[in-house]
């Protein structure tokens, strides 16, 4: 079922005023190792690092994530929440496109270690033209 939600209020609802927030982070996503700090991420901040890969670059998600965690003072960024994030700044993108927008996050430029996009990003990729 669609949602009647603009994708913009998705992306605001997502960042404050609870995120970005420091957690203990699940030891099966570190090694076994107890007592590291996961940051679960302000989708508002994933977007603006999104907005700073350059023309013509791409950026791993893993990078990204360990990027975004050094700057909380973390060991990682939850992956989960980021996948999730970056859904709902692709689908944000999209309708700001289709709004006449020309400056939106190039989200397509986010690739996993294989050198592609994430699958359910393609997918939103896909399904409208550039």
Not at 38 to 50: F, K, N, Q, W
Not at 82 to 94: P, T
Request: net charge positive; charged share 30%.
């Amino acid at each position: 079922m669609k949602s009647n939600v603009p994708w913009r209020v998705k992306l605001e609802r997502a960042s404050a005023p609870k995120n970005p927030h420091l957690t203990e982070a699940p030891e099966k996503w570190v090694g076994g190792q107890k007592g590291k700090k996961m940051v679960i991420p302000s989708a508002l901040e994933l977007d603006e690092m999104i907005r700073q890969i350059p023309d013509g670059q791409t950026k791993n998600i893993n990078d990204l994530r360990a990027e975004y965690a050094a700057h909380h003072g973390a060991d990682i960024t939850c992956p989960l929440t980021s996948g999730i994030f970056l859904r709902i700044i692709a689908e944000n993108a999209e309708e700001e496109r289709a709004q006449g927008k020309k400056d939106v996050t190039p989200y397509w430029r986010v690739i996993t270690d294989n050198g592609q996009m994430p699958p359910k990003i393609q997918a939103i990729y896909d399904r409208y033209p550039h």
